[in-house]
């Protein structure tokens, strides 16, 4: 069983004592793939150390990388960030671009000259993914209605990252050529909206991912998330469509596949 991990921040110094470890003990799991997630610029440098460390493995799952500039931390971004970012995806062999896109969940955030920076950077961001043709990966939180929008003038695809939220938007998302990205939450059984939402679109457009540190699933007795707890994730999916792991798990790697333009066998 092969499985791919979309959305990790394995790059992040919580796992630097043991990223090693865990990388092998994700790939005994049947987690063969997993992308490094971008968040700000300053971590660029350390993405692509940790990028070349894992694939520097044997063992290990293949990393990816997906550099981007994330809007919860838009009071950091500036426009050299924008610059830097088109540079490390020129030097760089990059699969997207990620996380991008809006997030109001924090109230400061919801402040017009806030929101319209992270606009204004998700925007640019997406023109950088439609120069080099990439897929680019979503967060959008407490924004869905305002990402849409933008994203209809847009035009590709990619990853709605952890999504959160409902039907109608789930349907959206996906008439735009856009995955649903699954985490740990799916482990939830108080998680109604989400299992409506996933439910809703089908398995032909879901992929799973772990957003580890975070979202850790309900089952497991660490805080700290890794990619080796993918298989929670699919098991709860697999309960909740009723249908075989196994069945599942081909089904999940041909849309990772797709959303990430790879064409490995
Ligand atoms: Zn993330």
């Excluded at 050529?177 to 985490?183: A, E, N, P, S, Y």
Aim: aromatic fraction near 8%; hydrophobic fraction near 40%.
């Amino acid at each position: 069983m092969k499985l791919f991990d979309t959305h990790t921040h394995f790059d992040v110094p919580e796992f630097d004592h043991d990223r090693e470890k865990i990388a092998y003990e994700a790939k005994q799991k049947g987690i063969e793939g997993l992308i490094l997630i971008g968040f700000l610029q300053s971590r660029f440098d350390d993405l692509l150390r940790v990028h070349q460390q894992i694939n520097s493995l044997k063992n290990a799952p293949q990393s990816y990388l997906a550099p981007g500039l994330h809007p919860l931390y838009i009071e950091q971004h500036t426009s050299q960030h924008l610059k830097d970012l088109e540079l490390f995806l020129q030097q760089n062999e990059c699969i997207a671009i990620g996380e991008i896109g809006l997030d109001t969940f924090l109230k400061e955030h919801k402040q017009p000259h806030i929101f319209e920076r992270q606009v204004h950077f998700f925007e640019a961001q997406l023109e950088l993914a439609k120069t080099h043709q990439k897929p680019v990966l979503l967060h959008i939180r407490k924004a869905h209605a305002q990402a849409l929008h933008i994203l209809k003038k847009h035009e590709g695809g990619g990853i709605a990252h952890a999504f959160s939220g409902g039907v109608q938007e789930a349907k959206a998302f996906v008439n735009l050529g856009f995955k649903l990205g699954v985490t740990g939450q799916i482990t939830n059984p108080n998680a109604k909206k989400l299992h409506d939402a996933v439910q809703a679109v089908g398995i032909s457009h879901l992929v799973i991912e772990t957003d580890c540190p975070d979202m850790t699933p309900l089952c497991c007795s660490e805080r700290r998330n890794t990619p080796a707890n993918l298989p929670y994730v699919l098991q709860a999916l697999s309960h909740l469509f009723n249908l075989p792991e196994q069945t599942l798990a081909t089904q999940l790697w041909e849309n990772t596949q797709h959303a990430l333009h790879l064409r490995t066998p």
